[in-house]
């Protein structure tokens, strides 16, 4: 009986701090890709709308690339309110913290962009999270994406490999569709 009454008294509690915006409120977004008309390069792009119908963004359905695969496309959406920007850079031995956390300005949007890797059977797989300001609101896009490793090809193979992951631009292909975010 006792330990009802403090759950309940908890959940009281922390309802009421979430009300007052004590503690921020956020929405996880949900795909419901549908194709929209566009002119441009993004014509072919889809529309991800959340769940909720609060947010949408255009994204690619792959990324026009041979060896470079989406492994969870399109991006997750977090909308965070009432939550500052902050980046704490770091990684690859830098404060001992796995991965890598840069803050990186991309056409007038300033990210903070983290990204945890690993390799298994020839294959590095990346993580990404890609957080800036939008209308007030923190957004974050979060994916995976799959690199082989271009020495286990034989050419030609190897090179195109080598080319492609030289020539891949993904800070401006998230930055064109984080610009596509609507709230």
């Known amino acids: 009986m006792l330990v009802a009454i403090i759950v309940l008294a908890v959940i009281g509690v922390g ?18 890709p549908t194709p929209t008309p566009t002119s441009g390069e993004t014509a072919n792009w889809k529309t991800f709308i959340s769940a909720d119908e609060s947010a949408t963004f255009r994204y690619p359905e792959n990324l026009l690339t041979n060896y ?18 902050s980046c704490e850079e770091g990684g690859l031995g830098i404060n001992g913290r796995p991965g890598m956390t840069i803050q990186k300005k991309i056409n007038n949007i300033v990210y903070c962009i983290e990204s945890v890797s690993e390799e298994t059977a020839g294959t590095v797989y990346t993580d990404y999270t890609y957080t800036f300001l939008k209308d007030s609101k923190l957004v974050k896009l979060s994916f995976t994406l799959a690199y082989p490793q271009c020495e286990n090809y034989d050419n030609p193979q190897k090179t195109e490999c080598e080319q492609e992951r030289q020539t891949f631009d993904l800070d401006t292909l998230i930055n064109r569709i984080a610009e596509s975010v609507q709230l």
């Open 68 to 85: 470079i695969r989406p492994q969870e496309w399109p991006p997750k959406l977090l909308i965070i309110d009432n939550a500052g920007f």
């Open 15 to 32: 309802l009421v701090a979430w009300k007052q915006g004590w503690i921020p409120k956020f929405s996880v977004a949900t795909e419901t």
